[in-house]
């Protein structure tokens, strides 16, 4: 068997594959420092784990940071399918989210076939592979990184139908875009393609019918609790985003001007940049050769058509988040990496195409700054509410021997502490709302209860093995059990 003419012969499909690898070390090397833990993720898969022993689904999310209404369940849905065929895996979330961050490198793939060829796809298979922001964000559990995962989904589905104008693609994209719309409201800019993806095709009545059908299906279990809950989500919408809005007068042009110039300046050079190369100078040599390239093909009309629609759908994107009134981070636009990917490999493989040792050069660069950047990170990553929490297990499990706990924090401050603690003895089955009663504060706290575990950055455990929940609640303790965690996220319009 001549081995070099089967390469040859499959070489694209052994550079895929050289590309998966990559990733996936990437996604996974030193993994056990780098895996997002924090109080939101602990509360979400305390979530998940406390839906599966009761056998509920969720039909509200987590409150939004901007204002008092909720995301759809829809992500704790997704997420109970790895930790439902592996309970007494902590990582199964983590790990399962990473493995679609890897399945992104044949998606996009095949964007790039579809869109133009098989180099361009694997130009922008290698970007996303090595992309900093896509790598990092890969390890985090939470809903952005969703989001951006289902961007590159919608992406694939919305050059599938400029190519091919099949109905069935225009149908998965809109059902994809309400499903990430309905995980994050960061994603509503993406309904900026429907009306693109609309009039690449003419429709029937009967195709809009069924459009706004598979649209509004993912919102079903929201629509149901503003229903039974006294219109609260879209009072409560209306009330932080469009009453606020024209009560702070920032709908008039100055104010969009200003938020718009604020954005430029501040978020999306760090965005581009981060996305790119992870560094600023390779991040704006790019930018603005990107600048140039794109100028330079929409003169001369040599840009390819799927690029030029995708870039005007992605200006229009960024002037929506722009606008944005509230505070911007950088995961909060997670479902821009994928355009920005895809609109920076078009740029390197057109002068590839016109220049190829400079092609090389210039996509050289951005891997090889990539490379360094991913490397530092990995390489320096800690995981202080993980190291935190498994500290606080074992000394408890020393202590109190063949007991099983129930978990408090002083005030609000120690989520981060408490939540992933609770989420540990929970996977541990050591965690029980009737167990012996210990508390998280800090040492400077005014906390008159006897001292169990003293731990690092100056935390410290406490017995309240007979101290009465009243008493604890009027000495600024929340319970952080499963059980209290779930009915005061998800289930609290319920009391």
């Given amino acids: 068997m001549n081995f070099k003419k089967i390469f040859i012969k499959n070489r694209i499909l052994f550079l895929l594959l050289a590309i998966v690898i990559v990733a996936i070390v990437l996604r996974f090397a030193n993994y056990q420092n780098r895996f997002g833990l924090a109080g939101d993720q602990a509360r979400d898969v305390l979530i998940i ?11 509200v999310g987590p409150f ?21 065929l592996f309970p007494k895996t902590f ?50 559990l ?76 993912p919102f079903a279990p929201l629509i149901y609790f503003n229903n039974i809950y006294n219109n609260y989500e879209i009072n409560n919408i209306m009330q932080s985003v469009v009453f606020k809005k024209t009560a702070t007068h920032s709908f008039l042009p100055i104010q969009i001007l200003k938020n718009e110039l604020n954005f ?25 050769i990107t600048l140039a390239i794109l100028t330079y093909a929409l003169s001369k009309n040599t840009i390819n058509k799927q690029i030029e629609i995708l870039s ?63 490397f530092y990170n990995i390489k320096n990553s800690t995981n202080i509410a993980a190291t935190s929490a498994v500290y606080w297990e074992h000394q408890l499990y ?10 408090f924090s002083y005030s609000t401050n120690y989520l981060d502490k408490s939540l992933p603690l609770s989420l540990y003895l929970d996977v541990a089955g050591r965690i029980d709302a009737n167990g012996r ?11 008159n209860y006897l001292v169990s575990i003293n731990g690092p950055d100056r935390m410290r455990i406490y017995d309240f093995a007979k101290t009465p929940d009243r008493e604890l609640t009027n000495q600024n303790f929340s319970e952080n059990n499963p059980s209290y965690v779930y009915e005061n996220t998800v289930d609290w319009y319920k009391k």
């Fill in 398 to 407: 020393k202590k109190y021997p063949n007991q099983n706990f129930a978990v």
């Fill in 264 to 288: 430029s300046i501040s978020l999306f050079p760090n965005i581009w940049n981060s996305t790119i190369s992870g560094y600023s100078i390779p991040g704006l040599i790019m930018f603005l």
């Fill in 142 to 217: 939470i809903f952005s990184a969703l989001v951006c995962f289902l961007s590159l989904v919608v992406i694939y589905y919305f050059i599938s139908h400029l190519k091919n104008k099949k109905i069935r693609s225009f149908y998965l994209l809109i059902f994809f875009i309400s499903i990430a719309i309905n995980i994050h409201f960061e994603a509503i800019p993406l309904i900026v393609l429907i009306p693109f993806a609309y009039f690449a095709r003419k429709k029937t009545l009967s195709n809009l019918i069924v459009s706004a059908i598979l649209f509004v299906i």
């Fill in 49 to 59: 784990r406390e839906a599966l022993k009761l056998h509920k689904l969720p039909i």
């Fill in 312 to 374: 005007i759908t992605f200006l229009i994107m960024l002037g929506i988040v722009g606008d944005y009134n509230g505070t911007l981070f950088k995961n909060l636009t997670a479902f821009t990496f994928p355009f920005v990917v895809i609109i920076c490999g078009w740029v390197c493989y057109f002068i590839y195409k016109q220049k190829q040792y400079l092609g090389i050069g210039i996509l050289a660069m951005i891997l090889i700054s990539s490379l360094i950047n991913n």
């Fill in 64 to 84: 939004s940071a901007s204002g008092p209404y909720v995301f759809g369940p829809i992500w704790f849905w997704i997420f109970s399918l790895p930790v439902a």
């Fill in 437 to 447: 009663k210990i508390g998280i504060a800090n040492f400077g706290d005014p906390v």
């Fill in 91 to 140: 990582l199964a979330p983590w790990i399962f989210q990473s493995l679609l961050f890897v399945l992104m490198i044949p998606i996009m793939f095949f964007i790039g076939k579809k869109m133009i060829d098989e180099t361009f796809g694997i130009i922008i298979s290698l970007l996303t592979a090595l992309s900093p922001s896509i790598v990092k964000i890969s390890t985090n």
